[in-house]
């Protein structure tokens, strides 16, 4: 809650399990009990650039036992004689005031656990894992589409060789019946096939007009 306006922390709600806290360059200038109450396991607390003058407005963090690291930057109470001696004095539990310990030694780099940095890499690779993952799926979609497209060609060259070969073979069947027809009648009399010829055209045979006649 960064730079919001914030008058006060009175409308916190109970976070029991918040670790790092930034209120910095709000309007804060005391209440810091809401703080004890409603966030117990604070490890981490960013107070600067609020309003803060006096050492006591600080006494009511005594009561989170577990407030590692305060931040007072750009406060009045900074300005006053000996405040660093007088903060670590008041919060024993301390062990860095504004990035440095009680022998002026600079902290270390922050606590990846209190910053939420190790939660945002396992997020930012499980989003990596889950594109690698889509990806992936992508290629064996495409690869499924252009299988399905080869099978459907092979089927459509299938269809169109076995529809060529049905053709000749009907056509040979054919061919071959009227090559039956044929030799049936080469092995009919002379005057028996001269008939069928005549019925074929639609003419009809001369005896047989004159058995008519003679009838």
Do not use: W
Not at 49 to 71: C, H, Q, V, Y
Not at 141 to 166: F, K, M, Q, R
């Amino acid at each position: 809650m960064i730079n919001i306006n914030l008058l006060s922390v009175s409308n916190l709600p109970k976070l029991n399990k918040l670790r790092k806290l930034e209120l910095s360059d709000n309007r804060i200038s005391g209440g810091l009990e809401v703080l004890a109450e409603r966030t117990p396991n604070l490890t981490h607390l960013n107070l600067s650039g609020n309003k803060i003058k006096d050492i006591n407005t600080l006494e009511p963090l005594k009561k989170l036992p577990n407030l590692r690291s305060l931040d007072l930057f750009n406060c009045e109470v900074t300005m006053l004689i000996n405040y660093r001696e007088s903060v670590f004095t008041l919060l024993p539990q301390l062990t860095y005031l504004d990035g440095f310990d009680a022998d002026d030694q600079e902290a270390p780099d922050s606590d990846p656990e209190a910053d939420g940095d190790g939660l945002e890499d396992d997020y930012e690779n499980g989003e990596e894992g889950e594109e690698e993952e889509d990806d992936d799926e992508e290629g064996d979609l495409d690869e499924e589409v252009i299988d399905d497209e080869e099978d459907e060609d092979d089927d459509l060259e299938g269809e169109e060789e076995e529809d060529g070969v049905d053709d000749e073979e009907e056509d040979e069947e054919e061919d071959g019946e009227d090559d039956e027809e044929d030799e049936a009648d080469d092995d009919l009399p002379r005057g028996e096939k001269r008939k069928r010829n005549l019925e074929d055209e639609g003419e009809e045979d001369p005896e047989d007009e004159e058995d008519d006649e003679d009838d």
